[in-house]
C-alpha cells in the first residue's frame, strides 16, 4: 500500500458542527468501502482546514478517495509520500 497526505480545504459554509461530523463520517464509509486506510485527520490553522494521512491500494484508489471528498463540498490536494530512509535508498540507487 502506498501512503498519501492530503491538504483539505472546505469550499462552502457548513451550518453547523452535527453537519460538518456526519459529513466526515459519511467520508470514512466511502474511503473503507475503497479500501482506503484513514491512518489520520487533523483540524489545520492556515491556509487549509484538514490534513488527512491515509493508505490506498494504488493511485487509482486514492483519486478515488479525493473524488469522495470533493463530492462533499471540498477541495483536496493529495501526495504521495515516503518514508526519507526509503528515498535515501532510491537517491543511492
Known amino acids: 500500500m502506498a ?6 480545504d472546505i469550499r462552502g459554509q457548513i451550518q453547523n458542527v452535527q453537519e460538518l461530523a456526519s459529513v466526515w463520517g459519511d467520508i470514512r464509509i ?3 468501502e475503497f479500501g482506503v ?3 489520520g485527520s487533523y483540524a489545520v490553522l ?3 482546514d484538514y490534513l488527512l494521512i491515509f493508505d490506498a491500494p494504488d493511485r487509482d484508489t ?3 478517495a479525493g473524488i469522495a ?5 471540498m477541495d483536496m490536494q493529495t501526495m504521495e509520500i515516503i518514508p526519507i530512509d526509503d528515498f535515501a535508498q532510491l537517491v543511492e540507487d
Open 3 to 8: 501512503k498519501y497526505v492530503a491538504l483539505v
Open 30 to 32: 466511502e474511503f473503507e
Open 37 to 39: 486506510d484513514l491512518e
Open 46 to 48: 492556515g491556509e487549509y
Open 62 to 64: 486514492a483519486f478515488k
Open 69 to 73: 471528498v470533493e463530492s462533499h463540498g
